[in-house]
T-cell receptor, first 117, second 113 residues
Framework: GAVVSQHPSRVICKSGTSVKIECRSL??????MFWYRQFPKQSLMLMAT?????????EQGVEKDKFLINHASLTLSTLTVTSAHPEDSSFYIC?????????????FGDGTRLSIL | GDSVTQMEGPVTLSEEAFLTINCTYT??????LFWYVQYPGEGLQLLLK?????DKGSNKGFEATYRKETTSFHLEKGSVQVSDSAVYFC????????????FGGGTRLMVKP
């Protein structure tokens, strides 16, 4: 089945550091990748949608300069949390899908737990 | 807009008990419906899906039937195991959403031996 690899699984770093999270589709070409944020005991909040080769579409309230998303190839998207602060601590999850043929499901990575000290 | 409502948890059951997690939705058009499961510290895994009315999705003993008349997609399992302890998310996708999912709030299931 389709596999999505997300790396790293856990990051602990100091305030002010920039952190990059990678999301890779291992056995399919992902035309679209999604980035979610999940607070403890809550549902997933969609942050942005990225299509290969174009700029990401951010959801309302998500700072695009704070959360930089790059989707340069059909198998890799990255989320960079710039100048991270404790309030950015969260569980970040990516998912990947392809749009042809239609009605393909999203395949999720295992998530990245980000802790900012 | 589209929305998904799930019963609030946690749901605590003894092993081998019957499970029902309710899910209802509001959507334009004819959405596809999904159940995802999230084990502690992990991402989401697709559990089952149904793409049209009266379809029944099933996997690992779990079932859910797409009921258009009641706009529901309730998750059921006849006999739960401790290993089923996880958070379950109901989700929908409409055909014009570019594969974007709308999630319910999630329901935590705790199964005790």
């Amino acid at each position: 089945g389709a596999v999505v690899s997300q790396h790293p699984s856990r990051v602990i770093c100091k305030s002010g550091t920039s952190v990059k999270i990678e999301c890779r589709s291992l056995d399919f070409q992902a035309t679209t990748m999604f980035w979610y944020r999940q607070f403890p005991k809550q549902s997933l909040m969609l942050m942005a949608t990225s299509n290969e080769g174009s700029k990401a579409t951010y959801e309302q309230g998500v700072e695009k300069d704070k959360f930089l998303i790059n989707h340069a190839s059909l198998t890799l998207s990255t989320l960079t949390v710039t100048s991270a602060h404790p309030e950015d601590s969260s569980f970040y999850i990516c998912s990947a899908t392809f749009t042809f043929p239609s009605n393909q499901p999203q395949h999720f990575g295992d998530g990245t737990r980000l802790s900012i000290l | 807009g589209d929305s998904v409502t799930q019963m609030e948890g946690p749901v605590t059951l003894s092993e081998e008990a019957f499970l029902t997690i309710n899910c209802t939705y509001t959507a334009t058009g004819y959405p596809s419906l999904f159940w995802y499961v999230q084990y502690p510290g992990e991402g989401l895994q697709l559990l089952l899906k149904a793409t049209k009315a009266d379809d029944k999705g099933s996997n690992k003993g779990f079932e859910a039937t797409y009921r258009k008349e009641t706009t529901s997609f309730h998750l059921e399992k006849g006999s739960v195991q401790v290993s089923d302890s996880a958070v379950y998310f109901c989700a929908l996708r409409t055909n014009n959403a570019g594969n974007m999912l709308t999630f319910g709030g999630g329901t935590r299931l705790m199964v005790k031996p």
